[in-house]
T-cell receptor, first 111, second 113 residues
Framework: KQEVTQIPAALSVPEGENLVLNCSFT??????LQWFRQDPGKGLTSLLL?????REQTSGRLNASLDKSSGRSTLYIAASQPGDSATYLC??????????FGKGTKLTVNP | GAGVSQSPSNKVTEKGKDVELRCDPI?????LYWYRQRLGQGLEFLIY????????KSGLPSDRFSAERTGESVSTLTIQRTQQEDSAVYLC???????????FGSGTRLTVV
């Protein structure tokens, strides 16, 4: 059974810092790994999707990497801004095609 | 449509009443998922539809919960005899088959009073 873990559970940084959010998964037989952002009281916004054949994806200040062999993915946020404050969720999609979510990392970027 | 549409966005209901939540997926997305998120909690898988295959209902918490989907279009999630613990945001997502990534709707916030 796939399990997804996110570390840290919460992170507070000053504006302008570069930061890394970690995600690990137990079953390496995945189709893809997806990173989402969730603002309080809102739904999920997809940030980056990494297919199993890929090693990384980039969008603006965001870069996500995937290492299937070690069961890890990282989300790198460059030059963080207060508007980046949200909960970041990673999710692994495997053979059952269900997304299995981590519990998220709550990020606060202080002005 | 351009995105996944859910309705209503908010629903307040009295304990014991039935409610029906609607999800309209992205056109052409064969897979559709329902998740539940209680306040301050993570996402809880409820049910998964893929094309004409039998749905995966393994996440439904009780027989008060049911869901239907007609072909590759709209899905409805029905909760009968609602209880206060059913209060949550119910999220719907759709995707192309074969790992194309999920798109989520904005959710329905259900409050049972």
């Amino acid at each position: 059974k796939q399990e997804v873990t996110q570390i840290p559970a919460a992170l507070s940084v000053p504006e302008g810092e570069n930061l890394v959010l970690n995600c690990s998964f137990t079953d390496s037989a995945i189709y893809n790994l997806q990173w989402f952002r969730q603002d309080p009281g809102k739904g999920l916004t997809s940030l980056l999707l990494i297919q199993s054949s890929q090693r990384e994806q980039t969008s603006g200040r965001l870069n996500a990497s995937l290492d299937k062999s070690s069961g890890r993915s990282t989300l790198y946020i460059a030059a963080s801004q207060p508007g980046d404050s949200a909960t970041y969720l990673c999710a692994a999609q495997g053979g059952s095609e269900k997304l299995v979510f981590g519990k998220g990392t709550k990020l606060t970027v202080n002005p | 449509g351009a995105g996944v549409s859910q309705s209503p966005s908010n629903k307040v209901t009295e304990k014991g009443k039935d409610v029906e939540l609607r999800c309209d997926p992205i056109s052409g997305h064969t897979a559709l998922y329902w998740y539940r998120q209680r306040l301050g909690q993570g996402l809880e898988f409820l049910i998964y539809f893929q094309g004409n295959s039998a749905p995966d209902k393994s996440g439904l918490p009780s027989d008060r919960f049911s869901a239907e989907r007609t072909g590759e279009s709209v899905s409805t999630l029905t909760i009968q005899r609602t209880q206060q613990e059913d209060s949550a945001v119910y999220l719907c997502a759709s995707s192309l088959a074969g790992g194309g990534g999920y798109t989520f709707g904005s959710g329905t916030r259900l409050t049972v009073v």
